[in-house]
């Protein structure tokens, strides 16, 4: 006799539950170190049933924390929108960052400062003007340059720059845990001021 189709909401409690057998281990220690294996074992499942619902262990992990990213996009899409003023707009969209960052520390370790293992396989890489936050920066730049308020030079490159010196920032104290560096809100803040006396006209 054919087992019954499983259906749509038994589907959904299933991925759930795995999902949330993940999440539990990310709390519980490094999330560059949970296999699938170890995600099956917790969550009671077989190791193959995981493989039908995500197509791998980084497919479960940007699972756990699409959600708190696509919030992060909708607040910065609201900053780009509403911010006619370009230096104030990039102020924002800087500070809507360290925020995410702070405020969702397992997230923005998990999802930002994750660094592949050389045995897994590079991801497909979308284009950078893809990339929301980046763009939003971009045009912010376009906007203050057009308005002489910020200096010149290449709006791909200064997008870049700004985005690379605030995540370094966040990303420090937690990347060399062993040094005692000042609270990471701190760098990051006084990284923000520092970004924008760069580019900004003097």
Partial sequence: MPRPAITPKKRLETREHIRAAAA????????????????????????????????????????????????????????????????????????????????NHRVFRGAFLYVRPDSRQLPDQAALKDEPFFRYLETAIADGQEAGVFVDGSKKMLAQLLWAALHGALALPHNIERVAFDPSEQIAAAMIDSIMVMIQKS
Avoid at 42 to 57: C, H, L, M, P, R
């Fill in 24 to 103: 539990t281990l990310v709390r519980q220690g490094s999330p560059e170190k949970i296999t699938i294996r170890a995600v099956a074992k917790q969550a009671g499942v077989s190791v193959g049933t995981i493989y039908k619902y995500f197509e791998d262990i980084s497919d479960l992990g940007r699972s756990l924390w699409q959600e708190p990213v696509d919030e992060l996009r909708r607040q910065m899409s609201d900053i780009a929108k509403n911010n006619d003023d370009p230096v104030n707009r990039i102020r924002a969209l800087l500070q809507a960052y360290a925020d995410f960052a702070h405020k």
